[in-house]
């Protein structure tokens, strides 16, 4: 194999190239950083480029800032492998991945008790995830209202959604993209979620709908979305409106069914008229699926669905994406009839009792006040009660050296005055995996508390005991998350 030839740095301004490192073995010119190299190079130079730059990212299992999940049987990596080069948007192509799609926007229409008989299909659609989801529900609101005044021979131009201002920034997105008024209830120091009568007073004839979380990303609680729906039906009965309600329930979806069976919060009330959903966080599969389900096929302007024809057959579509991969849809398939409701349940449960074992022991430091509710995603929520030495950035800052990402980050307005640490429960955080993150915090705590001033950070030598931190790639890894990463603040993911 021909071996490129070397050049001094100077010739090439390595500022503006990778490195190539290990991969010498079979290349010695380093690549330019921001333009395609002339030649092509060796794969396994390749593989050893890319393998060696991605070593710096954080460890998944440790990233207790995301609900995404990162770990799912070998058995379904393998069949997601499988099925990398399937384009799910040709269905003529591959109509079992459309086949297998259907099937899971039943289940969990029927999962969130749409009213359904029982050959009826529901109405829904995969999407990239719940992002998209919500862009999908917002449009369909804005139309069916757009064409409800229309109709009516009254003004469509200025719609708006009432929210609470703990929503994820998709919202705001959807907000500014489709030219819709974001009007949001300010949350107050204690209740961190929406207050459905706050809600209620910010209606008007041109709000499309009123959008509940069911998981708020902040803390994890749920909001009231049955006593918003008597409220809205009682308003909506005075004055003649018809405002419907859209449920986040982006990560409280695949939580509330099988913890809280005999909480109304879906299609049980009658308002709610559509809920989006991530495949990706308690839907347990890896990034890259979400679900939106309306009610009924009237939840849905028709005028929504593009019908297409240049792939073989008619095609109806209705996502913001065209080419997706069905490697995800066919994750989620997997996971709905390899666990079925029982082995979700016990898997969400396992959580929560991780999450309530967390909370107690991190009560007994007297460090922390509990931000997260026992109902509510499976997550630990908390802040300092005394910040007079150090803050919740200085110990996520401490945190990261012991190898976890517990994100920092302040409430939504009005109470940003409150800073909190967020951490998320996922399947693959286990109670071995409890122990030893609360024996690092408990350490964390105790070098910060013998110091003075903020910022205060951990001895190197002394954070190598815990085994974590122990490799030059792992100082490398701290120096460019220091760079790069402590400028976030937002645990929203």
């Known amino acids: 194999m021909v ?38 190079i060796p794969k396994e130079a390749a593989y050893q480029i890319v393998n060696d730059e991605l070593m710096l990212d954080g460890n998944p299992r ?105 929503v994820q920034v998709c919202w705001e997105k959807f907000a500014q993209y489709f030219e819709v008024e974001l009007r949001d209830v300010k949350i ?39 006593r918003l729906n008597d409220l809205l039906k009682k308003k909506n009965a005075e004055t003649g409106w018809d405002i419907p309600i859209h449920v986040d329930a982006a990560s409280g979806g695949f939580v509330a069914p099988f913890l809280y069976p005999q909480l109304k919060w879906d299609f049980r009330l009658p308002l709610v008229r559509s809920i989006n959903v991530s495949g990706h966080k308690y839907g347990l599969v890896y990034a890259g699926v979400g679900w939106i389900i309306w009610r009924t096929k009237q939840d849905l302007p028709e005028e929504l669905t593009f019908h297409i024809n240049y792939l073989g057959v008619d095609q109806p579509t209705f996502t913001l994406n065209f080419s997706k991969g ?22 969400i449960k396992n959580c929560r009792e991780n999450a309530l074992y967390l909370t107690r022991e991190l009560k007994k430091t007297g460090k922390f006040h509990i931000l997260s509710k026992e109902m509510g995603v499976p997550l630990v929520a908390l802040s300092l009660r005394n910040r007079s030495k150090y803050n919740e950035h200085d110990v996520s800052d401490n945190l990261r050296r012991h190898g976890w990402i517990v994100p920092a980050y302040t409430m939504a307005p009005d109470a940003e005055h ?9 399947e693959d955080f286990n109670r071995t995996m409890a122990g030893r993150l609360l024996k690092d915090i408990h350490a964390v705590l105790g070098h910060l508390d013998s110091r ?20 030059s790639r792992t100082r490398r890894t701290w120096k460019l998350w220091k760079k790069h990463g402590m400028l976030k603040t937002n645990g929203v993911c």
């Open 3 to 40: 071996i490129s030839g070397t050049s001094t740095e100077e010739e090439h301004g390595l500022h503006h190239a990778v490195d190539t490192s290990l991969a010498y073995r079979y290349i010695q010119n380093p690549l330019p950083r921001f333009c395609m190299p002339e030649w092509e």
């Open 62 to 166: 440790l990233n207790l800032a995301s609900f995404v999940t990162t770990w799912m049987e070998p058995e379904c990596d393998k069949l997601i492998e499988e099925s990398l080069n399937k384009n799910y948007i040709d269905m003529d192509e591959y109509p079992i991945s459309t086949e297998l799609q259907d099937r899971c926007v039943n289940m969990i229409a029927r999962l969130f008790n749409a009213p359904l008989k029982e050959e009826e299909e529901a109405v829904g659609v995969s999407t990239a995830g719940s992002s998209e989801a919500i862009m999908l529900a917002g449009l369909a609101c804005k139309r069916k209202w757009q064409n409800k005044r229309k109709a009516e021979g009254k003004p469509f131009e200025k719609p708006n959604i009432v929210t609470g201002a703990n």
């Open 188 to 226: 107050r120091e204690g209740y961190y979620v929406m207050d459905p009568d706050k809600a209620i007073e910010l209606i008007d004839e041109n709000t499309i709908c009123v959008c509940a979380i069911l998981g708020s990303t902040y803390n994890g609680e749920f909001e009231d979305i049955r």
């Open 326 to 347: 069905a490697s995800q849809i066919i994750a989620q398939y997997y996971q709905l009839i390899r666990l079925g409701f029982q082995g979700y349940q016990a898997i």
């Open 418 to 426: 409150v800073h909190l640490l967020r951490i998320v429960i996922r």
């Open 452 to 471: 003075t001033g903020y910022g205060a950070l951990v001895p190197r030598d002394e954070m190598e005991v815990s085994g974590l931190i122990h490799t």
